[in-house]
């Protein structure tokens, strides 16, 4: 069975930083793109970052570039997503998401969702 | 502000059918893999379709998707209660080199 377990969400000062960690189960997760997604409290989903099974091709999304940092362990079946430079509208739960296979872009889709983690940024 | 736009919500009672539709552009949609996710109150969303019309086999056939141009449906015939939840399309944008969520579709049985 496969399993996706996010951790590292938490309460952090506008500005500052906060790494999430997603390990993964069940599945040879060097095989596989890994992304993360989040979801701002009442709003919808949003993209937030892809890597591809073997770490060589990352795409972020508009609001996030510059300030995230995705990246793989696949020594470790992880998958990091470093966050700097906090702001408000960045409090969202935070998804980890399986894609289909090892790369990214037109084929992609989500096939597996951890439960989330709860990132607030307030002072 | 989200590429993709769906209405706010559908309703319907149960036993009906519903379709939701997905609308974007020739960069995303019209030349891209559709997928649709559920999201039920509380929980992480669920694909329901992917490759714009192809179901996991965990999925029930009540569960359809199609897509021409640059539009994307998802039906869902014989509503139950338990489909009650917010409906995502999504899928990548080749000018953006993003992938894209549509605005969210609340299905509501009455």
């Known amino acids: 069975e496969v399993q996706l377990v996010e951790s590292g969400g938490g309460l952090v000062n506008p500005g500052g930083s906060l790494r999430l960690s997603c390990v993964a189960s069940g599945f040879t997760f060097s095989s596989f793109s890994m992304n993360w997604v989040r979801q701002a409290p009442g709003k919808g989903l949003e993209w937030v970052s892809s890597i591809n099974s073997n770490g060589n091709f990352i795409y972020y999304g508009d609001s996030v570039t510059g300030r995230f940092t995705i990246s793989r362990d696949n020594s470790k079946n992880s998958v990091y997503l470093q966050m700097d430079s906090l702001r408000a509208d960045d409090t969202a739960v935070y998804y980890c998401a399986r894609d289909r296979g090892m790369g990214v872009g037109s084929t992609q889709y989500f096939q597996n969702w951890g439960q989330g983690t709860l990132v607030t940024v307030s002072s | 502000q989200s590429v993709l736009t769906q209405p706010p919500s559908v309703s319907a009672t149960p036993g009906q059918r519903v379709t939701i539709s997905c609308s974007g552009s020739a960069s995303n949609i019209q030349n891209n893999y559709v997928s649709w996710y559920q999201q039920l109150p509380g929980k992480a969303p669920k694909v329901l379709i992917y490759?714009?019309?192809k179901r996991p086999s965990t999925i029930p056939d009540r569960f359809s998707g199609s897509k021409s141009g640059t539009s994307a449906t998802l039906d869902i015939i014989g509503l139950q209660t338990g489909d009650e939840a917010d409906y995502y399309c999504?899928?990548?944008?080749?000018?953006?080199?993003?992938?894209?969520f549509g605005t969210g579709t609340k299905v509501i049985v009455l």
């Open positions: 999504g899928t990548w944008d080749s000018s953006l080199s993003s992938y894209v």
């Open positions: 490759d714009n019309n």
